[in-house]
């Protein structure tokens, strides 16, 4: 399916947009509920996302999935307070980029998809 660049653009633009909405509005979910319940419901909901992009065939569909997924993207800042945390000072590069590489192919695939 061939898509033209202005298209994927608005569909990434929206992406990013949400992705801030999200941090300015919900940066306080990880201490009300939890580290672990906001992954849990933001992990949730950018898989179904993703999964929404993939599977359902409808450009308007895909870009409100792309805009969900970027304002679930607080899923990552809880991930790296953890990471930062827990894990030893000499191993925090490759944990850094096993969990950016685990974040990205999901995204990737989806691209290499469309």
């Given amino acids: 399916m ?3 660049r202005t ?3 608005w569909m990434v633009t929206i992406h ?3 992705f801030g909405l999200g941090g ?3 940066w306080r979910m990880p201490d009300k509920l939890g580290p672990r319940n906001t992954f849990k419901i933001f992990g949730s ?3 179904l996302c993703h999964w929404i992009i993939l599977m359902v065939p409808n450009y308007y569909v895909r870009m409100f999935a792309f805009g969900f997924m970027g304002f679930c993207m607080l899923k990552n800042s809880v ?3 953890w990471l930062f945390s827990l894990v030893d000072s000499k191993n925090k590069p490759i944990a850094c980029s096993i969990l950016n590489a685990w ?3 999901t995204m ?3 691209c290499a998809y469309f």
């Fill in 2 to 4: 061939c898509v033209d």
């Fill in 7 to 9: 298209t994927i653009n």
């Fill in 16 to 18: 990013f947009i949400t």
């Fill in 24 to 26: 300015a509005l919900c």
């Fill in 45 to 47: 909901l950018h898989i």
């Fill in 79 to 81: 991930c790296y307070m």
């Fill in 103 to 105: 974040d990205t192919v």
């Fill in 108 to 110: 990737a695939v989806c």
